[in-house]
Structures are given as structure tokens and as C-alpha cells.
């Protein structure tokens, strides 16, 4: 709506109004729209502005310009960051996910993520504002997730079956690529337990590690290298047909009239992560 209005703005000539400089067209308001070009901070700041937006969010302008302008970490620690990963999330054109302990927050059913809630209340806050997979713009979005995401029964049987159909379900209507990393497998990314890799503009890769914060790095003199161990773990993980058998195998147990209970076995697969990870929180 806003582009819109900025449009209508420049075609009236409108600009010094609107408070946009003379370095802004059409062509190029167009195509950052198609999301073809980064737009900068001033005009994402005028746009914020003339329509009285929160506040709390120009605070992820640098997360916008960072990959694109050379900024290599952008650490958000502060209220209302989950808010802010998920403006730049939604913009992404492809998502690569790695994840150690539970489902991504994109890919949750409402009974999966009230079960993680009543689990650790905390974790309330890391869902804000965050955009489910039906929302988001990415014309890619793989997961890859460590086998014991499948067995941790989070809700009780019911609740992990209907999420881990729901995984299925996605992957079925091409919304989601599954790659799941065997039992037995020592891959593992050792600096976050839960990681995304998000293109902007079909140019930048930025990633995230997500704890109780957001922490992003572009580029190698950023910090880690974020992609040789988003790349080893999928090369360490099945197929994604062997995946969906895995999924649809795990569906199958906590359909069983013996599955186990949630939250007692939620908590013992909460150990073992923690023993695994060396990074990162919840």
C-alpha cells in the first residue's frame, strides 16, 4: 500500500510533499516492488513515516540494507526482533532452514506452537509477528531438520502427527522441500541450533541464527561460514523422497494406539539437544 501511494505521489509530482528526493523514479520504485532492487533506509524511512508505522520497525532497515551495502553483523537484541526477522523473512526470495530442537515458526500448526508455549513461555515472544509459510514471498523454502525433531512428541501424538502431516502437506502442494538428517548422523551446524539463510533480491544471502535474539551476518568477514555448514549438513541428510518416508513413518507411531506422551518425552529430547548444541538457545 505504501508503494502504491508513493507511485500515485511521483505521478502527481508530488514529491518534496511526500518527502522523497529527486533520486527516486518510477522505474525504481517499480522494481523494488518486484523486489529487484534494495530499496535504502531514507526512502524506507520517508514511506514510515508519511504513514505513521510503528516505530519498532525501522529498526530493520539495517537488516534490509545490510547484505546489500556491506554491513557484515547486525545483532538484534532488542524488544520485538522476532517482529523484525519476520518483515525481512517475508521479503526473502528463497529460505534455507536448519534446525536442531523444533519445527520452524513458518511451518508450525496453532496446536504445535501452543504446545512449545505452554512448554516455555518465553518462546511466545520469538513467534511475533512472524509470517506463516502461506504468507511468505519465497519461491524456495527447504528445511532441513535433525531426525529427533521427529520424535519429540511435542502436544501429545495427536498434535505432532497433524504437524508432521502438515509438513507433508506443504512439501505436496511444492510450498516446501524436506530433508531430514539421519539417526547416527554427526552432522550438525555447531554455531546455532536454529539457522536461516535468506536471499534478498535475488542477489544477497543473509543469515540468522535465532536464540532469544537475532543474530545476522552477510558475507565471510561477517563471522562464521554460515553456508559451508547449511551445505554440509543437507549434503549429510536422505533424499527428500527418503525424507517423506521418515515424516510419514514418524506420523505412523504417534497414530499408534502405544505412542508415548508429550510432555514427559518433551523434556528428555530438551536434554539432548542441549547436550548436542554448542550455540544458540531457544
Known amino acids: ?17 511526500f518527502g522523497l528526493n529527486d533520486g527516486i523514479s518510477l522505474s525504481n520504485l517499480s522494481r523494488m516492488e518486484r523486489g529487484q532492487l534494495p530499496p535504502k533506509t531514507d526512502l524506507w524511512q520517508a514511506l ?55 519445527i520452524p515458526h513458518a511451518l508450525r500448526t496453532p496446536a504445535y506452537n501452543r504446545a512449545l508455549i505452554d512448554y516455555r513461555p518465553t518462546l511466545k515472544y520469538n513467534g511475533e ?48 522441500r524436506i530433508r531430514v538428517i539421519p539417526e547416527g548422523s554427526a552432522a550438525v551446524c555447531l554455531n546455532s541450533p536454529l539457522l536461516t539463510e535468506m536471499v534478498l533480491y535475488n542477489m544477497s544471502l543473509l543469515y540468522a541464527s535465532e536464540g532469544s ?15 559451508a555448514q547449511l551445505d554440509a549438513v543437507l ?14 513413518a514418524a506420523i505412523k507411531q504417534f497414530e499408534s494406539p502405544s505412542a508415548p ?4 518425552r518433551l523434556a528428555s529430547a530438551g536434554e539432548h539437544h542441549d547436550q548436542q548444541a554448542t550455540g544458540g538457545g531457544l
Open 1 to 17: 500500500m505504501t508503494m502504491e501511494a508513493a507511485t500515485e505521489c511521483l505521478q502527481r509530482g508530488e514529491r518534496q510533499r
Open 48 to 102: 514510515l513515516l508519511k504513514y505513521g508505522a510503528d516505530p519498532r520497525l525501522t529498526t530493520a532497515m539495517p537488516l534490509v540494507d545490510g547484505p546489500c551495502y556491506n554491513l557484515p553483523v547486525f545483532a538484534d537484541c532488542w524488544p520485538h526482533w522476532a517482529m523484525r526477522l519476520g518483515i525481512v523473512e517475508g521479503m526473502a526470495t528463497a529460505l534455507r532452514i536448519y534446525t536442531m530442537r523444533q
Open 129 to 176: 509477528g512472524r509470517p506463516l509459510a502461506a504468507a511468505l514471498a519465497c519461491e524456495v523454502f527447504t528445511i532441513i531438520m535433525d531426525w529427533s525433531v521427529l520424535r519429540c512428541p511435542v502436544g501429545g501424538p495427536e498434535v505432532m502427527a497433524a504437524q508432521l502431516q502438515h509438513l507433508l502437506d506443504l512439501a505436496a502442494a511444492g510450498r516446501l
Open 213 to 227: 535474539s537475532a543474530l545476522y551476518v552477510s558475507g565471510p568477514q561477517g563471522g562464521p561460514d554460515f553456508a
Open 235 to 248: 549434503d549429510a541428510s536422505c533424499s527428500e523422497p527418503e525424507s517423506h518416508e521418515l515424516i510419514a
Open 261 to 264: 506422551g508429550g510432555r514427559r
